[in-house]
């Protein structure tokens, strides 16, 4: 596959302004996406476009808005809007595709577009490389003059949709009454909505990053962020804090002694409790990545569950759950999916049904996370002159081998190449802490000794 120009492993993204977040990039892209779902389902495509709060949204959701008209589809504008309820309109109005203009945890300066189906699934690569195409050679598409022109709509009450089904999956017979939750937003795209699912199902909520001005998403605050919710969790006594990022689909939650909850701490907590409630899947399975700690591993394990690692990142882990009918995975940053309700990652949701486990087992977060014991975890970066296949060097294979023998079936090994840097990454987690040390080293030397 040659290499690709426009599309990373979420969509578009990059620095706004500057190719291939430009608005010319954007309307293109527009044109292409219409023209794609004009000769796959209608004559004028239905296209939905959400946004998060950076101020390059206003000149992207233009640009692509424009895009859509230009090649004769029907763009409806939504305003601000997690991702996940861009995946949700989606394929709630029936709409041929959706789009998302965010860079999600990024600072302002960046930007992205993320593109769903109409089930409110992400693009697979093969449609991405089809658009990439149109975008570099618009001479690809086709252009509609006269009545085969579009038009654009804004349409804010789409909004309601999305907070009615995500009050839906929280359990009819619990309620928020007599909690105490801080609710940050990021000051990005849940920053008005995310407070009112929390106050409608009953919470006393205490907001923060709930003012966007373009510029402050993410800035020091939501779930790359979260001390200021631990400060203010103590500060008033809170129950819990929710941490979102700037585009909704992840979370941080903070327990009552303001303590930040370790990602995989919630996604073990959580296959337990589905397991529980017998809504894990026929497959019992709970789906992650390469990135996720043994010790969840271990934890699901003793559980009756099954562990299935993906690559890094929520849309291949949705890819894996709808190939083997699991209903439940996550990142440890904090993108849970819950297949039931939502075809992505979802902050506010993860965050129901985290209170929910709560309230299910009757005990404090803390005590139900604090059963999940993660093990200890050392990473080395080792300096490298070239980019060989590490099962093409025998030494290496050596050292690995030689690794998971000493670590038995309590601890594994991740080595990989960084993407941008010219760095290997050893990785080794293990139950006992000297001896990961010591398993890290060895093969960071033998790694440096071979490709340094």
Avoid at 101 to 112: K, L, P, Y
Avoid at 118 to 128: A, N, S, V
Avoid at 176 to 186: K, T
Wanted: charged residues 25%.
């Amino acid at each position: 596959m040659s290499e690709r120009r426009l599309f990373g492993t979420d969509g578009v993204r990059g620095k706004a302004n500057v190719f291939p977040m430009t608005g010319e990039v954007a309307f293109v892209l527009g044109r292409a996406v219409t023209s794609y779902f004009q000769q796959n389902f209608h004559k004028k495509p239905l296209i939905i476009i959400g946004k998060d709060t950076r101020l390059s949204c206003y000149m992207l959701e233009q640009a692509f808005s424009a895009g859509v008209c230009s090649q004769g589809g029907r763009a409806i504008l939504t305003g601000p809007l997690p991702t996940p309820g861009v995946a949700f309109v989606t394929q709630s109005m029936r709409a041929d595709a959706g789009v998302m203009i965010s860079a999600s945890h990024n600072s302002f300066e960046d930007n992205g577009i993320k593109i769903f189906d109409r089930t409110g699934h992400k693009l697979p690569d093969e449609i991405e490389i089809e658009l990439e195409k149109m975008v570099l050679d618009p001479s690809l598409i086709s252009v509609r003059l006269g009545d085969q022109l579009g038009n654009a709509k804004r349409l804010d009450e789409v909004i309601g949709r999305y907070i009615v089904q995500t009050k839906a999956a929280l359990s009819p017979q619990y309620s928020l009454e007599g909690l105490r939750i801080v609710v940050d937003g990021a000051n990005g795209a849940g920053y008005k909505l995310a407070p009112v699912v929390f106050e409608e199902l009953g919470a006393e909520v205490i907001p923060l990053g709930n003012t966007p001005n373009g510029t402050n998403i993410n800035r020091g605050c939501g779930a790359l962020h979260p001390q200021l919710c631990a400060e203010t969790v103590k500060k008033y006594r809170a129950d819990l804090g929710v941490c979102l990022d700037g585009d909704g689909d992840r979370l941080t939650i903070v327990d009552s002694r303001g303590d930040v909850i370790h990602g995989d701490r919630l996604i073990g907590l959580c296959g337990k409790f589905l397991k529980d409630n017998q809504e894990i899947g026929p497959s019992k399975e709970v789906v992650g990545t390469v990135m996720s700690n043994f010790g969840l591993e271990h934890f699901l394990q003793k559980q009756g569950l099954n562990f299935i690692r993906t690559a890094v990142g929520d849309r291949y882990i949705v890819e894996h759950m709808r190939q083997s009918g699991a209903l439940f995975g996550g990142e440890p940053s904090g993108h849970l999916v819950f297949k039931k309700y939502s075809t992505t990652g979802d902050g506010i949701l993860a965050a129901l049904k985290v209170i929910e486990s709560i309230k299910f087992y009757d005990k404090d977060l803390c005590d139900l996370t604090h059963e999940i014991e993660l093990f200890p975890q050392v990473i080395e970066n080792v300096q490298v002159q070239k980019r060989v296949p590490f099962e093409n060097v025998p030494e290496i294979q050596e050292a690995l081998l030689k690794a998971q023998n000493q670590l038995k079936d309590e601890g594994r090994v991740l080595l990989r190449y960084s993407g941008t840097e010219a760095l290997a990454r050893v990785m080794v987690e293990g139950r006992h802490q000297k001896l990961v040390s010591e398993v890290c080293k060895e093969i960071a030397t033998v790694v440096q000794k071979v490709l340094g």
